[in-house]
């Protein structure tokens, strides 16, 4: 179901903002669902409708990563913190904390890496209108074959830590990339890859590869100053993206680990994430989308 109108977007940005302002208290839907005049039953219902998420989760989430904020930027206890976020011990955020980040308060604050990845951004109005007119709502389920890539890698501040632009960063190796391909095997015509590519594989550097790439023969030998990596056969969720701008892939991360792959029947299973772009042939304008795609498994 769609919002039938604007109005729909300001009441629920309303009660996004009366959440957030009190995380701290006590949040029931009977007082939400007044402000909107319609009863708690269907009051859930649209909420879970226009943001892919229950009220009861949306609000867990928002405190636990709020949690995590403080933990992070502030020399603040345990208890305080708890009672900062709506919980009222230290005991019963630690529970809660460990059961959704797999690690204690305690751990999560002496652990400089602290990747995003189980956070629940605020849905403020961009993320919004980004789940709703730009991107798909339920990605499609896909076995994708293994394919072997030849690109250029750029280091870029971790999407999953950061907020901090970086497409700035990524246009010399596109171009880079661009006058590779007449010399290329390409075995995928007009498709091109974006990965981001992790050392770890946990995502918790502070930079990472970006690898601008298109398929190519696995003997493939690389002309010098490209990088070649190896995508294996897997399950992924493909989600169809209809824009392609500067935040894009931000806001499309914020919607599919925060809201997304918490209340899928999957996990995310081990590999790269990756931008696949098809039937890209001018290069003069930007493409008009993408897909995201991301390995998963079964729950």
Known sequence: MKPANPRQYRELQTIIDRIENHLDGDIQ?????????????????????????????????????QAALLLRETPAGILEIALDVGFHSHEALTRAFKSHFGQTPKQFRANSDRASLQQKPQLIPELLSHRWHDMQLEPTIEQRPARHLAGIATQIPSPFLSNAAYCHLLEPAWWQLLQHCPQLPVTQADTFYGLTLSPSGTYTETDVTYLTAVAVPEDFKLPPGMTSHSIPAQTVAVFDIDIVEADTVNKTMDIIYGYWLPSAPYYRAEGNDYEYFTELTDFTKAPGGSQYVLPVTKT
């Open 29 to 65: 839907a009977l007082p939400l669902a007044k402000e909107l005049h319609i009863s708690p039953w269907h009051f859930q219902r649209l909420f879970k409708s226009l943001t892919g998420d229950t009220l009861g989760n949306y609000i867990r989430g928002r405190r636990l990563t």
